[in-house]
């Protein structure tokens, strides 16, 4: 079983619609998550990054995190076309040093259609 | 603002070949990580360095090594290449003075395809 699990759709949705993405993980040593968008043949940019439990608000995007239940969301309010790309969800075990991997989910293909 | 620059961006190599893919990182960037990608999943942790000296190891096979140069550039080599390695091989940076201290931004990749 994959430390980090995450829907990997795709998810298709019309534009200005809600978008809701969610990873679960299994080690709670995990004290950094972030999500990352990668649009096709690209590397992944950085969208949100949190180290603490709660809501995390950030424009359009809000990234949520429930370390009790191993849970993260990212929402995406008033979706754009421009949105439609792979989300990864990452986490980290160590923080405040320059070293530590990043264990990524799967990714979820989204499209969002006009 | 500049970004990781990775060279070449599309490799074409035959089995048992040898390949090296270079990654330049941020300026003021002291630590580089190496992922790997393959068709239609997440990318898997290789190897890091921070400071010139290897800092973590993830599922990097022993043909494979790394290094980080005295400019923190960072080479990846790749020996008897194998049609599984076949994949988008990234470079990510981390250090002081980004806009998330010690969050890693990724570099556009290398596509590499072994025939």
């Known amino acids: 079983q994959k430390e980090v699990e995450q829907d990997p759709g795709p998810l298709s949705v019309p534009e200005g619609a809600i978008v809701s993405l969610n990873c679960t993980y299994s080690n709670s040593a995990f004290q950094y998550f972030m999500w990352y968008r990668q649009y096709s043949r690209k590397g992944p940019e950085l969208l949100m990054y949190t180290y603490s439990s709660g809501n995390k608000e950030d424009g359009r995007f809000t990234a949520q995190v429930d370390k009790s239940s191993k849970y993260i969301s990212l929402f995406i309010r008033d979706s754009q076309p421009s949105d439609s790309a792979t989300y990864l969800c990452?986490?980290?075990?160590?923080?405040?040093?320059?070293?530590?991997?990043?264990?990524f989910g799967q990714g979820t293909i989204l499209t969002v259609h006009p | 603002a500049a970004g990781v620059i990775q060279s070449p961006r599309h490799l074409i190599k035959e089995k048992r070949e040898t390949a090296t893919l270079k990654c330049y990182p941020i300026p003021r960037h002291d630590t580089v990580y190496w992922y790997q990608q393959g068709p239609g999943q997440d990318p898997q942790f290789l190897i890091s360095?921070?400071?010139?000296?290897?800092?973590d190891k993830g599922s990097i096979p022993d043909r494979f090594s790394a290094q980080q140069f005295s400019d923190y550039h960072s080479e990846l080599n790749m020996s008897s290449l194998e049609l599984g390695d076949s994949a988008l091989y990234f470079c990510a940076s981390s250090g002081t003075g980004t806009r998330v201290p010690d969050t890693q931004y990724f570099g556009p990749g290398t596509r590499l395809t072994v025939l």
């Open positions: 360095f921070y400071e010139k000296m290897q800092s």
């Open positions: 990452a986490m980290k075990l160590t923080g405040g040093t320059s070293y530590g991997k990043l264990t």
